[in-house]
């Protein structure tokens, strides 16, 4: 790698990098996506992203991914990773991932700032 290619990949490592510091896990999130994971192959990650679709107009989609693209961003806690996509994550910028256990069930809930309106189910969106 030139170290012209590698000066672009730390510039846009840090540009994602100050994006991802809006994006935030919950405790509850971080236990249950660590749990998770560790009945997983090492290196694999929660990878959340938007794509179009749903009630709403977008919709949050939710793999385990152990593969890593360069302009993923990462966030780590407490041993749960997440893998945001570039294109994904204006959508979800300033969000908090949560995961909420109550008597209607267990899921994954985006607290999302940007959007206007959501479906009843909680993975649909709109902005």
């Known amino acids: 790698m030139t170290s012209k290619s590698a000066e672009s990949r730390d510039i ?31 290196g694999t ?13 977008f919709q949050y989609v939710y793999d385990l991914d152990s593969t890593r693209s360069v302009d993923d961003v990462v966030i780590e806690r407490d041993g749960a990773t997440v893998l945001i996509d570039a294109i994904s994550l204006p959508y979800i910028g300033g969000s908090e991932i949560d995961f909420v256990d109550d008597l209607i069930g267990q899921s994954f809930q ?7 309106a959501a479906c009843g189910c909680g993975t649909s969106f709109s902005i």
């Open 45 to 57: 990650a929660l990878r959340i992203s938007v794509s179009g679709g749903g009630c709403s107009g």
């Open 12 to 42: 846009a490592e840090n540009i994602m990098h100050t994006m991802t510091s809006d994006v935030r896990i919950s405790d509850s999130a971080a236990k249950r996506i660590a749990r998770i994971l560790a009945s997983e192959p090492g």
């Open 110 to 116: 985006i607290n999302n700032p940007n959007a206007t």
